[in-house]
Antibody, heavy 122, light 110 residues
Framework: QVQLVESGGGVVQPGRSLRLSCAAS????????MHWVRQAPGKGLQWVAV????????YHADSVMGRFTISRDNSKNTLYLQINSLGAEDTAIYYC???????????????WGQGTLVTVST | QSALTQPPSASGSPGQSVTISCTGT?????????VSWYQQHPGKAPKLMIY???QRPSGVPDRFSGSKSGNTASLTVSGLQAEDEADYYC??????????FGTGTKVTAL
């Protein structure tokens, strides 16, 4: 069955960097676009970024562009999110999610991990 | 991308119907048929309930239905059940290969 397991979260000081990972299993990872979505404590969902199945196309929300970078390693079945210059507003659960269909993204997030919590604090 | 607008809460008695609206613009909901809906129970990851405006993934009960008119999408839960109590989020393609979620609606079974 499809499984997505995020890791790399934790307590981080403002201004520092962090790399989140999402280990995928149970499907042909290299055939699917992947997304990151975040949710601040007690708040709604916010789409963060998408990467194409082959990693050649990457798109980020305007609010995180320049600080966040999505990437993937299809040989390791792993998705990444590099976050730089962390601020309090980045405190959230970060979910990785897989598109419903193979190929390029249609934005229908059919499978989600359980999320990893990033807390930005001194 | 500005968040799509949803009512903060909606409620109904068990067995009744509840409809949640999701209002966007011609740059997102109104411009594309890439609307989806997600259900999220407390402490859990979201679950895809509706995609492509009105399609249900396998395993989603047929009491969940979706529609769209102009810049507004809607999710209807017919025959509300206790387990349907959750937060619901709409989502839409917003152009330039980007996506946007709604503000979320908490559904309560009275």
């Amino acid at each position: 069955q499809v499984q997505l397991v995020e890791s790399g979260g934790g307590v981080v000081q403002p201004g520092r960097s962090l790399r989140l990972s999402c280990a995928a299993s149970g499907f042909s990872f290299s055939n699917y676009a992947m997304h990151w979505v975040r949710q601040a404590p007690g708040k709604g969902l916010q789409w963060v970024a998408v990467i194409s199945f082959d990693g050649t196309s990457k798109y980020h929300a305007d609010s995180v562009m320049g600080r966040f970078t999505i990437s993937r390693d299809n040989s390791k079945n792993t998705l990444y999110l590099q976050i730089n210059s962390l601020g309090a507003e980045d405190t959230a659960i970060y979910y990785c999610a897989r598109d419903r269909g193979s190929g390029y993204s249609n934005g229908y997030l059919a499978y989600w991990g359980q999320g990893t919590l990033v807390t930005v604090s001194t | 991308q500005s968040a799509l607008t949803q009512p903060p809460s909606a409620s109904g008695s068990p067995g009744q119907s509840v409809t949640i609206s999701c209002t966007g613009t011609s740059s997102d909901i109104g411009g594309y048929n890439y609307v989806s809906w997600y259900q999220q129970h407390p402490g859990k990851a979201p679950k895809l309930m509706i995609y492509e405006v009105s399609q249900r993934p396998s395993g989603v009960p047929d009491r969940f239905s979706g529609s769209k008119s102009g810049n507004t999408a809607s999710l209807t839960v017919s025959g509300l059940q206790a387990e349907d109590e959750a937060d619901y989020y709409c989502s839409s393609y917003a152009g330039r290969n980007k996506y946007v979620f709604g503000t979320g609606t908490k559904v309560t079974a009275l």
